[in-house]
């Protein structure tokens, strides 16, 4: 008999029509004369509700119905005598596909993340898990519509990348060479001559400077893809792979840019309400009391702009007035995280887009500013995550672009081609970059940004 889906189970009329559902026990409780069986297949944070009557089936079958093992069960769906659902299976026919033994990491409830961090392969069978990522599903469907319906065009750049001067992070290097007979050159270096690709080649920390060509030929671009910084920073916030949305858009300024990524991130959080109202349900009442609230404030207000100059104004007001940070404040910095939190959670109460930084702590193809001190970066910056996208106007002027490559001594023989988006047809445009885990972070009010991927790879650690 075809399965159906639970998700699909739970919204029928109950008449007792008979059906077929397959998925892992929960739990299972019951009396001598009848147990009733949690049963979940995934496709929704709900279990349905199994009752058997002992005496129907064989004793030893029954036993095999531990939390986690595999069952297909058809049944009668009814409309259900206790509380808490509307339907259940009353069932005619169990079949274990799965047993599972007592050894099951997931077994027992209430474990702590760092446990479950450690057993990734099976927590995804957990309730928290499951409702993680169907949501990080949902934000990518919300992704791809937005840009569909906003006119731009899905960009593949590539993974392996020749330009060790992105400048976003440290690099992870690709090599087919043996290690074990690494020669040197006569002065200490390694020829790659003979490499795979020739040339010295690395996974890349960004696909804009690639997404830049493509939005100077088709308008405008987004990338959606993994990106991978080698930086060894063991924060709830950084992966050493993670996935990048970057839209870059022909014709865009400052102003442009940032209406695109307010309206962008507005679309996403109004979609995971709209999408995934199960799944934020569970997690605000398990997870985080405040995530409701949070998400419906953000799309209903305006975000705060303001340039760097002014946030470092107001945190050095806060310094004076007593306000205890980490970190030194002082114009010129990179800000914390704990700075930017300080601004939206405490100043502002609201997403902050900070603009205009100091050139020297900012890419080198963000546009000058007629201060020549500051160039046109922003950084959108939220509450419980500090800065959740980066992006700025480019510089698009031939000259400029290359009197900071030697002002900051960048190696740029293998970038010509970059080069010469400012040498032919030339244009102004703007672009930003979205770390998708920090904003399934936000999206489902989870502390750490290894529980909102999958399989999550951090330094010393790439288990699974
Ligand atoms: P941060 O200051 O938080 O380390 P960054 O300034 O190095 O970030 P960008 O180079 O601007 O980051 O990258 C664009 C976006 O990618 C960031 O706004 C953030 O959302 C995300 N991001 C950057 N590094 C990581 C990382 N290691 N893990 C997960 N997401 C990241
Ligand atoms: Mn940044």
Avoid at 79 to 91: D, H, I, P, R, T
Avoid at 301 to 325: C, S
Wanted: hydrophobic share 40%; proline share 3%; aromatic share 12%.
């Amino acid at each position: 008999m075809k399965r159906t889906r639970i998700i699909d189970a739970l919204a029928l009329t109950a008449s007792g029509q008979t059906i077929t559902v397959k998925g892992w026990v929960r739990t299972r409780r019951g009396s001598k004369s009848v147990n009733f069986i949690a049963l979940n297949d995934g496709s929704t944070i709900k279990n349905i509700q199994i009752v058997a009557d002992v005496e129907k089936f064989d004793a030893d079958m029954l036993r095999l119905i531990t939390t986690g093992a595999c069952l297909s069960v058809s049944g009668r769906l009814v409309e259900s005598q206790g509380g808490g659902q509307s339907v259940e299976l009353q069932a005619d026919e169990i079949e274990v596909l799965g047993t599972c033994g007592s050894e099951f990491p997931m077994q027992k409830k209430g474990q702590t993340f760092e446990y479950m961090r450690q057993h990734a392969h099976m927590r995804l069978r957990t309730n928290t898990f499951g409702a993680v990522f169907r949501i990080r599903h949902q934000m990518a469907m919300a992704i791809h519509r937005y840009f569909d319906e906003h006119g731009f065009y899905y960009f593949h750049t590539p993974i392996i990348t020749a330009s060790d001067c992105e400048g976003a992070g440290q690099m992870f290097q690709v090599t087919t060479k043996n290690l074990y007979k690494l020669e040197k050159t006569e002065d200490g270096k390694i020829d790659y001559s003979d490499d795979f690709f020739g040339k010295p080649t690395s996974l890349t920390v960004s696909g804009q400077l690639e997404g830049e060509l493509g939005a100077t030929a088709l308008g405008a671009i987004y990338t959606f893809g993994p990106t991978f910084r080698a930086e060894n920073s063991n924060t709830p916030r950084h992966l050493a792979e993670f996935w990048m949305i970057e839209p870059e858009a022909a014709f865009y300024d400052i102003n442009d840019n940032m209406d695109l990524a307010e309206d962008f991130i507005k679309f996403c959080v109004k979609y995971a309400l709209e999408h995934c109202a199960d799944d934020l349900a569970f997690l605000c009442k398990m997870i985080d009391p405040g995530l409701l609230d949070r998400l419906h404030f953000v799309v209903e207000h305006d975000f705060v702009r303001l340039t760097y100059t002014e946030g470092i104004n107001i945190l050095e007001k806060a310094v004076a007035d007593g306000h205890k940070f980490e970190f030194p404040i002082y114009w010129g910095v990179d800000l914390a995280s704990e700075h930017e939190r300080y601004l939206v959670e405490t100043h502002f109460k609201r997403p902050v887009i900070l603009t205009d930084y100091p050139k020297e702590i900012k890419a080198f193809y963000m546009k000058l500013n007629d201060d020549g001190k500051t160039v046109r970066a922003m950084d959108v910056l939220f509450p419980q995550i500090g800065e959740i996208i980066g992006g700025s106007e480019r510089e698009e002027s031939y000259d400029k672009l290359l009197a900071r490559i030697k002002e900051l001594d960048i190696p740029m023989k293998d970038m010509w081609w970059y080069l010469d988006t400012r040498r032919f047809g030339s244009c102004p445009h703007s672009g930003f970059g979205l770390g998708f885990e920090r904003l399934i972070l936000f999206v489902t009010g989870m502390q750490n940004i290894r529980d909102v991927i999958p399989f999550p790879r951090t330094p010393g650690s790439a288990e699974f």
